[in-house]
């Protein structure tokens, strides 16, 4: 096969049928295993061309639902490898880490094998030519920090090596969000003023590392990446939507400054701010119309409604669980005429996983008994066992914030189209289902699955066996789940 023809076709051919896709795949993996063992020389050359192909035809496919900035989740491929290349940022090294990274996630993800260096030998000389690329970037890394006026490069350098090492699970992650934090507060200028007009480089690594730092010990945290000002984060994050975690601007800050408070909790500091920085973070939380968001991008289709009310009651019920019972009672469960999370009781029991209408088909009628209706009857009363909880005003606030974001999530599996989006949800909601099977195993189920999506960090991983391990050691509290630093990205 012509390579460079094929690149060409593949930039206007799409992903094709699902065995054609399968071909390409395997293709493709003689021709990495192939570049992995080529000699030296050519080595350089041939990875960006392979890499190159490789995008065009396997990844370009599978982000066209989720382009960057889109609110409507689409995006067109087309002509975007001669835009990729064309781009005067462009660079190889980084790049052919970039495929083979995502190619090894893929197998492993395809497998549901934890991604790990010798699990599967056959694949040694893959790794192989990627621990000789993350060198080589690291190297790049450490020149443009030694000159001061490539800033963003070398910015860009930690986010590629921040996401393949999130990947694999590998620790060093957390020293290279470090360092992205103190190099952007290294600088004099302001944050806007570096960034122009790339904000988009910032944004994911300021976001996994809050979500890590939530779930990670308080006095372990990534602190150059913590406790930023409302002003950069919003420069930061909310200048497009992250599928990846949905969430209103506001409710990220208040996230971040629950997490802080955490931290003060922690140290015995500052005591007598603690409850003001609780209220702060409630009334953020409070502020946000999920019909409105407010935002620099649109967020006027439906799901943002619900991904609003999902990330809503998430970080109502971290503080909860986090923080102590003086601090957790200023994140009251709202009343009705006085919230912007209301929701009817019954907006979500209705939903069946199937997403079905309301005949059934005849392959569900075994020996005389719907199996399906019969599940959607056991699925339904579930839904109804915790609509009447969050409705239920003599309960506690916890009580009712898990019932709200137990109906929320069962829906938002339904509707959102990016289920990576539910797993920071996903890892409070298991805090609080402790002693709960039926729901526990529901929400095994979505993180299960999501241990084999395509291309995704080891988020789900991480998740499924830290809230296995916690569940059965019978504990309740947050700290004694997330005892050590978890990333739960995905």
Same mark, same amino acid.
């Given at each position: @096969?012509?390579?460079?023809?094929?690149?060409?076709?593949?930039?206007?051919? $799409?992903?094709?049928?699902?065995?054609?896709?399968?071909?390409?795949?395997?293709?493709?993996?003689?021709?990495?295993?192939?570049?992995?063992?080529?000699?030296?020389?050519?080595?350089?050359?041939?990875?960006?061309?392979?890499?190159?192909?490789?995008?065009?035809?396997?990844?370009?496919?599978?982000?066209?639902?989720?382009?960057?900035?889109?609110?409507?989740?689409?995006?067109?491929?087309? &002509?975007?490898?001669?835009?990729?290349?064309?781009?005067?940022?462009?660079?190889?090294?980084?790049?052919?880490?970039?495929?083979?990274?995502?190619?090894?996630?893929?197998?492993?993800?395809?497998?549901?094998?934890?991604?790990?260096?010798?699990? @599967?030998?056959?694949?040694?000389?893959?790794?192989?030519?990627?621990?000789?690329?993350?060198?080589?970037?690291?190297?790049?890394?450490?020149?443009?920090?030694?000159?001061?006026?490539?800033?963003?490069?070398?910015?860009?350098?930690?986010?590629?090596? @921040?996401?393949?090492?999130?990947?694999?699970?590998?620790?060093?992650?957390?020293?290279?969000?470090?360092?992205?934090?103190?190099?952007?507060?290294?600088?004099?200028?302001?944050?806007?003023?570096?960034?122009?007009?790339?904000?988009?480089?910032?944004?994911?690594?300021?976001?996994? /590392?809050?979500?890590?730092?939530?779930?990670?010990?308080?006095?372990?945290?990534?602190?150059?990446?913590?406790?930023?000002?409302?002003?950069?984060?919003?420069?930061?994050?909310?200048?497009?939507?992250?599928?990846?975690?949905?969430?209103?601007?506001?409710?990220?800050? /208040? @996230?971040?400054?629950?997490?802080?408070?955490?931290?003060?909790?922690?140290?015995?500091?500052?005591?007598?701010?603690?409850? *003001?920085?609780?209220?702060?973070?409630?009334?953020?939380?409070?502020?946000?119309?999920?019909?409105?968001?407010?935002?620099?991008?649109?967020?006027?289709?439906?799901?943002?409604?619900?991904?609003? $009310?999902?990330?809503?009651?998430?970080?109502?019920?971290?503080?909860?669980?986090?923080?102590?019972?003086?601090?957790?009672?200023?994140?009251?469960?709202?009343?009705?005429?006085?919230?912007?999370?209301?929701?009817?009781?019954?907006?979500?029991?209705?939903?069946?996983?199937?997403?079905?209408?309301? *005949?059934?088909?005849?392959?569900?009628?075994?020996?005389?008994?719907?199996?399906?209706?019969?599940?959607?009857?056991?699925?339904?009363?579930? *839904?109804?066992?915790? +609509?009447?909880?969050?409705?239920?005003?003599?309960?506690?606030?916890?009580?009712?914030? $898990?019932?709200?974001?137990?109906?929320?999530?069962?829906?938002?599996?339904?509707?959102?189209?990016?289920?990576?989006?539910?797993?920071?949800?996903?890892?409070?909601?298991?805090? +609080?289902?402790?002693?709960?099977?039926?729901?526990?195993?529901?929400?095994?189920?979505?993180?299960?699955?999501?241990?084999?999506?395509?291309?995704?960090? &080891? *988020?789900?991983?991480?998740?499924?066996?830290?809230?296995?391990?916690?569940?059965?050691?019978?504990?309740?509290?947050?700290?004694?789940?997330?005892?050590?630093?978890?990333?739960?990205?995905?």
């Amino acid at each position: @096969m012509d390579k460079h023809k094929g690149l060409d076709i593949a930039v206007t051919a $799409r992903a094709g049928t699902a065995s054609e896709q399968e071909v390409n795949l395997a293709t493709l993996d003689v021709w990495l295993v192939d570049l992995a063992m080529s000699n030296v020389t050519k080595r350089s050359l041939v990875a960006k061309d392979e890499a190159l192909e490789y995008y065009a035809c396997i990844m370009a496919p599978m982000h066209e639902y989720h382009g960057d900035g889109d609110s409507a989740y689409e995006f067109s491929h087309d &002509n975007n490898v001669s835009q990729l290349v064309a781009d005067k940022d462009f660079d190889g090294d980084t790049f052919t880490m970039h495929i083979l990274t995502h190619r090894l996630q893929c197998l492993f993800s395809s497998r549901r094998i934890a991604p790990r260096y010798g699990v @599967m030998p056959e694949l040694k000389p893959l790794w192989a030519r990627l621990f000789n690329l993350i060198s080589i970037v690291i190297q790049k890394l450490n020149l443009c920090i030694a000159t001061p006026d490539v800033p963003l490069k070398a910015l860009r350098y930690i986010r590629k090596l @921040m996401y393949t090492e999130l990947c694999f699970a590998v620790p060093s992650w957390r020293a290279h969000a470090e360092g992205f934090g103190a190099l952007i507060k290294s600088y004099s200028y302001g944050l806007s003023e570096l960034l122009s007009p790339q904000f988009r480089i910032v944004q994911y690594p300021l976001l996994v /590392a809050s979500m890590c730092n939530t779930t990670s010990p308080p006095n372990d945290q990534i602190e150059h990446m913590s406790n930023w000002s409302d002003d950069d984060i919003v420069i930061a994050y909310g200048h497009t939507g992250s599928h990846s975690f949905p969430c209103p601007t506001a409710v990220f800050q /208040a @996230m971040i400054r629950i997490t802080y408070l955490r931290t003060l909790v922690a140290a015995n500091k500052n005591a007598p701010e603690w409850e *003001g920085v609780a209220r702060e973070a409630y009334a953020k939380i409070q502020s946000v119309d999920p019909h409105r968001w407010g935002e620099a991008y649109p967020t006027d289709d439906d799901i943002y409604i619900l991904a609003a $009310r999902v990330y809503q009651a998430s970080v109502a019920l971290y503080a909860i669980l986090a923080l102590p019972s003086r601090l957790a009672a200023v994140f009251t469960f709202p009343l009705r005429g006085e919230e912007h999370m209301a929701t009817t009781a019954d907006a979500s029991i209705a939903k069946t996983s199937s997403g079905t209408s309301d *005949g059934h088909d005849q392959s569900t009628i075994s020996d005389g008994v719907d199996v399906e209706g019969l599940q959607h009857k056991q699925r339904d009363k579930l *839904g109804l066992v915790h +609509a009447a909880l969050e409705e239920d005003s003599s309960q506690t606030a916890r009580v009712r914030y $898990r019932s709200r974001l137990f109906r929320l999530f069962r829906q938002a599996t339904l509707e959102l189209p990016e289920s990576g989006g539910l797993m920071w949800p996903s890892a409070v909601l298991g805090v +609080a289902l402790q002693d709960h099977k039926e729901e526990q195993a529901i929400l095994l189920d979505h993180i299960g699955y999501l241990r084999g999506w395509p291309e995704s960090e &080891n *988020g789900a991983t991480c998740l499924y066996d830290k809230l296995v391990m916690f569940w059965g050691s019978g504990k309740k509290h947050w700290d004694q789940c997330f005892y050590e630093p978890t990333s739960v990205m995905t």
